[in-house]
């Protein structure tokens, strides 16, 4: 063998080397990507699940809630009271839920006896102050809580009319009676007496 063959055959060889070492670096970057890739995809579903967790859910219940009727009277003027709910609630409480329904073909004007007749609890506008509620077997009447400024625990600043087909949905907070009490009569003005099961 020649120097000068021996010597074209380095060269050969260290071409050969070097094509391949280019060839394996080309692949592992492209490798790389891919894996970047495909970890991206990965990630961007793992947030997209985790913010999907972090979406505020429905309450469960709600609608079958504000669907659930206990009571529906019919006042003056075409104003029904429609009353949902009367749960007991920690500390003591029993919230009471419902709307009035304006069933005339006109807007009626919200009786200004439905606030009350106590001069402490007018600065806070109209409000449902008059709502009571009669637990006859116990003989006790439950006047619509107050809050430490003497502001009724009920809807209140309410608008003074109600049109036509629409709704005013209200609340109020009562003690809550003895626990050995499932029923009680929701009294309010304008409104014959309506007798509600409460809800545990």
Known sequence: MTFRYMKAMRRTGAAALLIGTLTLSAAACGGDDSGDAENKTASSSSAQSKADDKKPKEREGAATESSEVLATV???SGIDMVIHSAKRDEGGFLTLT???KNTSGS?????VEWSGKEE???ATGPSLAAMTLVDSKA???YLVLRDTDNRPLTTTNYDSGIDAGASLPFFAQFPAPAATTTQVSV???GFSSATIEVSQ
């Open 139 to 141: 003989r006790k009447r």
């Open 107 to 111: 807007r009626v004007v919200t009786p």
């Open 98 to 100: 419902g709307e009035f």
């Open 187 to 189: 009294q309010f003005p």
């Open 120 to 122: 402490s609890v007018a």
């Open 74 to 76: 019919k006042g003056a």
